[in-house]
């Protein structure tokens, strides 16, 4: 196909019009040792007890030199066929699809409101961390030397899971494995052979341990929410100072006086870090405008509400809601139907009256998802609910009760721009293809080849670490280990039929209120030849590697 072709045994004979022009002595010998076998009968072929390859009649060439010129080969492979243009193909605005969602369909659209409607700087994250850090020494004696820990900015990652008892932060797979090298202990990485022990010599977490299906068990916690970021960090730089001036200290207790508190710091002053408020605004008035019926559903207080939405959208803003639903205590008001619902007046205070309506222009507080669907009669895939925390805004809408959900990612923007670089197109792509010389040439056992083998591993976790450093060089990208989805990843497909960067895109992509949404089918293990992993299978099956750059 296209001057490419196949060997019946399975080696990769690549582009051999290539090998045949380049004058390259090692490459010639590489292409004359994988055609003399082909089409050879396997009874004139075998493994000798070392592994190599042979047949009684052909000329040999060392294994090592083989080895080196397969690695060759592949590494210019990789080095020509990478499609122009292969970088920049992501659109931080983006909005992308775990399943096929027709808008024309839905009639209804919910928010959450904290990094949903609101998205805020990163100066939040500090100044939400040195309340806290400042609560923890003057509230609870905590020793003055923890003061002098600054915030670290880019520290900790959303979705990683917290050891309560070990008081250890780190991230886990989506098959509940430890991805070794992100494990830490206060500031410093744990090392790998000592985390093994830690977890009786493996670095699999069981089900029952990992957490509950709402992030938190009695053992570890997941930290889901964009909010727990400071909250890590001031974990870590506590555990770092009792761990450094060895004072012998109670890790649960610590993270209960972290996280019972630090939630308080949020209410002050958020309108001082809010991010392209004008942009909510022309979603709002955009479905508004469109006849699409709008509900609020947050944990926040009104005032806290009321003064964000003034700032973002105006002091009308209540205008573009059908119903607002403040302090809901999600995840219990969608799956607890005991609280009822109360109305607050124009001061914020509660009212005592029965409530048999969701009308516009009042402000409603707690209430359960049983008396919200009875009331309002919205149910099912017409309902669109967007929130940025899988568990409390997403998961049992998905499950229970068959609404649309849209996952706020704000990491998103972040990620795609180093997914957009020439960097990283080069190093996972080389990754992916030293991955499948190792499968395929594993069978050469001798010590020579061994020794190339592992000059192979070896550069194989040096480029895991490179990847993974230009994300976060503490713990990698928030979606990926070094090749598994995370734990964090495999909730975001389970729990969200769409996820974006930002509430904003529904706007700026100008996406039509009757776009259908489709998921890009991507490959089961089974299914990788017929994709842009045939450089890793080792079997260049198809060359219209430009045309398929968009499902990479």
Known sequence: MNGQNCCKDGHNCGPTRNLATNHNPVAAAVTSHRHQIVGK??????????GRAFSSTAPQINNKTYLWARYNEMKRLVHDLI????CNLLNPSTIYANNEVNLEEVDIYGFDYDYTLAL???ALDEMIYNKAREFLVQHYKYPEGISKYDYIPNFATRGLHY??????LMKIDAFHYIQLGT????????PDDEVMKLYGGSNHVPLNQVSGFYGKGP?????MDVFSIPEMTLLAAANDYFISNDIEYDPVHLYKDVSGYMYKWIMQDLEKYILRGDETYAVLHRLASHGKKLFLITNSPFSFVDKGMKYMVGKEWRDFFDVVIVQADKPHFFNDCLKPFRRLDSNGDLQWDRIKSLDKGQIYKQGNLVDFLKLTGWRGSKVFYFGDHLYSDLADLMLRHGWRTGAIVPELEVETKVVNTEQYAQSLTWLQAL???LERMQMYREPESKKVLQEWLKEREELRAVTKNLFNPHFGSIFRTCHNPTYFSRRLCRFSDLYMASISCLCLLNYDLSYTFYPRRTPLQHEAPLWMDQLCTGCMKTPFLEEMAHIR
């Open 219 to 223: 053992k570890m916690k997941q930290f």
């Open 120 to 122: 805020y700087s990163s």
């Open 41 to 50: 009968n396997r009874g004139e072929e075998f493994l000798n007890k070392s």
């Open 183 to 190: 494990v830490y202990r206060g500031l410093k990485p744990v």
């Open 435 to 437: 991955t499948g010389l």
């Open 163 to 168: 050891d309560i008892q070990k008081g250890l």
């Open 83 to 86: 499609p122009p243009g292969v």
